[in-house]
Nanobody, 124 residues
Framework: QVQLVESGGGLVQAGGSLRLSCLAS????????MGWFRQAPGKEREFLGGIDWSGGSTFYENSVKGRFTISRDNAKNTVYLQMNSLKLEDTAVYYC?????????????????WGQGTQVTVSS
């Protein structure tokens, strides 16, 4: 069992940056791949990017590639989402998720555990 808690969301101006954190409980965090997703009001959940169990491999959705960076610190049981050059359309609730497979997926159903989400609002 893995419990995930996101933090770091808030209100930011367009063009600004935020770093989200996702703290995981459980001794097996380092064996899980982690993913970041978001959901805006009235829209479907969107995959943003993922990182494998070691942190050695990351992959991103085209819409955020070059602006968002995922990293992890297994010693701290934490995965991060660094978001730069934020746009109004980045406004959403952001979720982290854990996939026991270890290598990650772009598909939400592959992830067994989810956090409760953190709100990110980008203003003009």
């Amino acid at each position: 069992q893995v419990q995930l808690v996101e933090s770091g969301g808030g209100l930011v101006q367009a063009g600004g940056s935020l770093r989200l954190s996702c703290l995981a409980s459980g001794r097996t965090f380092s064996s899980y791949a982690m993913g970041w997703f978001r959901q805006a009001p009235g829209k479907e959940r969107e995959f943003l990017g993922g990182i494998d169990w070691s942190g050695g491999s990351t992959f991103y959705e085209n819409s955020v590639k070059g602006r968002f960076t995922i990293s992890r610190d297994n010693a701290k049981n934490t995965v991060y989402l660094q978001m730069n050059s934020l746009k109004l359309e980045d406004t959403a609730v952001y979720y982290c998720a854990a996939d026991h497979d270890g290598y990650g997926s772009r598909i939400g159903v592959a992830y067994e555990f989810w956090g409760q989400g953190t709100q990110v609002t980008v203003s003009s």
